[in-house]
């Protein structure tokens, strides 16, 4: 398991169960998760989810695709305590989505 903090210095876990359910469901982030807790603990910007999610997005001009933005999906459950959901690359960011933060 490893452990990141938050732009709100909640501790985040990305848990094993976790890493595994991401790279079978997204392939091609199988050598991504050092970028993962990077985009979580130094995001370009914050989007809300749904269902109280937050995605960390960061831009990469080098991806195992091409440039992306990396958007990791993860729930602050305590003010000490959360955990990642998913992660993925995108091309392009929504703008359907709020955002919280923007560095």
């Given at each position: ?51 109280g999610t937050l995605m ?15 958007i990791a999906v993860y ?6 305590d959360g955990f990642v ?19």
């Amino acid at each position: 398991m490893k452990i990141v903090r938050s732009h709100n210095r909640v501790s985040i876990r990305l848990t094993e169960e976790r890493w595994q359910h991401i790279v079978r469901r997204h392939p091609e982030m199988a050598t991504s998760q050092e970028s993962i807790l990077e985009t979580i603990s130094q995001p370009a910007q914050i989007q809300e989810g749904d269902y109280g999610t937050l995605m960390a997005i960061r831009f990469y001009a080098k991806t195992p695709l091409t440039s992306k933005y990396l958007i990791a999906v993860y729930r602050e459950v305590q003010p000490d305590d959360g955990f990642v959901l998913t992660a993925y690359w995108a091309s392009r960011l929504s703008n359907r989505r709020n955002v919280l933060w923007k560095s």
